[in-house]
């Protein structure tokens, strides 16, 4: 009588750091993570381990989706800065060129981007704006390419044919645009606070926006039902 071997059919292992068939999802939290670590701090601070801290997952586990940090931010950048900035493009082209259509495109348009992306507009102060940020270049040659020159040529247009304030400069117009936007939703938590205003969404922020830049701070005309 043969005697029966052990069977051998163990569980294989998987190698440190290494998903398991449950995680397919996993490598998109860790993007949505890095999005969010990286606006909070910094993308030059920011180390893959803090990343891997606070998606509460192992280092190894980062290297294995994306390798090394520069690896993993152009990760970010092709498949979740690119895409949230997409639509704007879209927004403002089925606009047409009646200069409030554009205003109001614009506005909705970033908008339902911070909605979606509430990690974009810190991003964009820390790494756009301020001296010495990781994407400042980028915006320029692939995030919003010739996007503002477009939008002031149109404004341009507009104004030639009596359609728009003589006293504005297109230019100006579309930095105008830029701050009552994007600043608020950057400087949101701080001035939540300050005025105790936690109700004040995104909606009320965009309303807000729309009224300002359709009605100015005057009163509206009696007879104005708009």
């Avoid at 047409?96 to 495109?105: F, K, M």
Wanted: one cysteine or more.
């Amino acid at each position: 009588m043969t005697t029966a071997k052990p069977s051998s059919r163990h569980p294989r292992s998987r190698g440190a750091g290494r998903p398991s068939g449950d995680d397919g999802d996993l490598r998109e939290r860790l993007l949505d993570v890095a999005a969010a670590q990286f606006a909070r701090t910094g993308i030059e601070a920011t180390s893959l381990r803090a990343i891997a801290t606070e998606a509460r997952v192992t280092p190894a586990m980062l290297h294995y989706y994306f390798g090394d940090k520069a690896r993993f931010t152009q990760a970010l950048i092709e498949e979740r800065l690119l895409p949230a900035v997409a639509p704007l493009r879209e927004h403002l082209e089925q606009a047409g060129d009646d200069p409030r259509a554009l205003v109001e495109a614009f506005a909705r348009g970033v908008g339902e981007i911070v909605a979606r992306n509430p990690w974009l507009p810190p991003l964009w102060v820390r790494e756009v704006l301020c001296e010495g940020g990781s994407l400042r270049e980028l915006m320029f040659s692939r995030v919003v390419p010739n996007l503002p020159q477009m939008l002031a040529q149109r404004f341009a247009v507009a104004q030639a044919r009596g359609l728009l304030n003589a006293a504005l400069d297109p230019r100006l117009l579309v930095v105008s645009l830029v701050g009552l936007t994007l600043f608020p939703a950057a400087g949101a938590p701080i001035w939540r606070r300050a005025f105790g205003a936690e109700e004040l969404d995104t909606d009320a922020l965009l309303n807000h926006t729309l009224a300002l830049l359709d009605h100015g701070v005057g009163a509206a005309e009696s007879g104005d039902s708009s």
